[in-house]
């Protein structure tokens, strides 16, 4: 079933409800709100996602990008087949940039190993309108190089990958970057607040 036949589904539905008169209105105003509420766990692979909420692009996309900018240790702005997309780097977090000297030292780092283009791994998007993905430079991921060499901490919240959380074991046990003293910078979402 496709969308025009759920709407007109819904359309004769609706018109043979309200055949039944004024004092219907009530049950025909729930029963239209049960429908439309409920709709889209009806129909699976309705919206692309298999009928779950808020699933997202069940398919990562693979993009060739052009990096244009770098602006921290986790955000950066690509061009990719002419569009021009902000990406927030997956499973990571990284010292925001009033941070100092972590947020800087961050910022420098992704800078220095990320190459002019780029393949991006897509996941999701953020609620900012970012694009979530994950970085590769010749099949290396720069996400997993930033824990690795300590200038990012896993975002615990938004990342499971046990890849991740191994790296920034190593990192924290050779007190590699933020891992080099205590403080926020080791928890960005936290100095956030």
Known sequence: MNKTQVGNAIRRLATRLTRHGRHKRMPLFWTVAVVALTFPWLLPGL?????VPGAGNATADRLNCRVESIYDGDTMTVRCAGQEEKVRLYCID??????QPWGRQSRDYLRR????????VTHDRDRYGRL???VLSEGRSLNLAMVEAGQAAVYNRYCSEDRYSAAERQAKSTGLGVWAEPGLQQRPWEWRR
């Open 47 to 51: 919206d692309g996602n298999d009928g």
């Open 94 to 99: 990284t010292p925001e940039m009033g941070q």
């Open 113 to 120: 190993i990320t190459p002019s283009q780029v393949e991006i």
């Open 132 to 134: 979530v993905g994950e």
